[in-house]
């Protein structure tokens, strides 16, 4: 019930396109859904998140979208571009102020 | 405004050793949590300290334990290295009450 699936494993988009990411979650305890972008090398940083009183965030060209019946929300990159290539992590307070981490999603950007 | 610096980014120690890692957390923030991050994988909740006091604490052994100290800063040491001990040890800070963690670059520990 702790668990966050994160979805595809790794993804390739054409430089212009929209990426996709995708996670669910089983505990409704959850209040507080970050997404991190990961360079190698490098420590998460903090792209966009989301409390689930909220079914739609945008900043830029990234966007959550956030389904609370369904336990699912999802990472939009809107005109992708080389630069976003890097992992991905999609994340969820718990109530003991933990993340639990999705297991990321490699990114690939082609020009 | 310095964002989360930890020390040292690089570190090989042998089978059996013990290590301490230093995190100072961003200006402003007084709650830290460490994080275990394997190779390929996401990063693995270790423990949080917050008012110097371990806050809440995740599914690792007590070869790993840690400090905070009056100017929020904090150590993570691990005693009895193990070969799997190897990975990214991450810090996020945050303020108590707010969600937003801010993550240092992390310290890469190598056990040969």
């Known amino acids: 019930q702790q668990q966050v699936k994160q979805s595809p494993q790794s993804l390739i988009v054409q430089k212009g396109g929209i990426s996709i990411i995708n996670c669910a979650y089983e505990?409704?305890?959850?209040?507080?859904f970050p997404w991190y972008q990961q360079f190698p090398g490098k420590g998460p940083a903090l792209l966009i998140a989301?409390?689930?009183d909220v079914s739609e965030k945008k900043e830029g060209r990234f966007t959550i979208s956030f389904n609370k019946s369904a336990k699912q929300f999802s990472l939009h990159i809107m005109d992708s571009q080389p630069g976003d290539s890097a992992t991905y992590f999609c994340?969820?307070?718990?109530?003991?102020?933990?993340?639990?981490w999705g297991a990321g999603t490699k990114l690939i950007i082609k020009p | 405004d310095a964002g989360v610096t930890q020390s040292p980014t690089h570190l090989i120690k042998t089978r059996g050793q013990q290590v301490t890692l230093r995190c100072s957390p961003k200006?402003?923030?007084?709650?830290v949590s460490w994080y275990q991050q394997a190779l390929g994988q996401g990063p693995q909740f270790i423990f949080q300290?917050?008012?110097?006091?371990?806050?809440q604490r995740g599914n690792f052994p007590d070869r790993f334990s840690g400090h905070q100290f009056p100017n929020y800063s904090s150590e993570l040491n691990v005693n009895a290295l193990l070969l799997g001990d190897s990975a990214l040890y991450l810090c996020?800070?945050?303020?108590?009450?707010?969600?937003?963690?801010?993550f240092g670059s992390g310290t890469r520990l190598t056990v040969v």
């Open positions: 300290y917050y008012e110097e006091e371990e806050r």
């Open positions: 996020a800070s945050s303020l108590a009450s707010a969600a937003g963690y801010t």
């Open positions: 200006s402003g923030h007084d709650t």
């Open positions: 994340a969820a307070r718990n109530s003991n102020y933990q993340l639990i």
């Open positions: 989301i409390r689930p």
């Open positions: 505990n409704t305890a959850f209040d507080y």
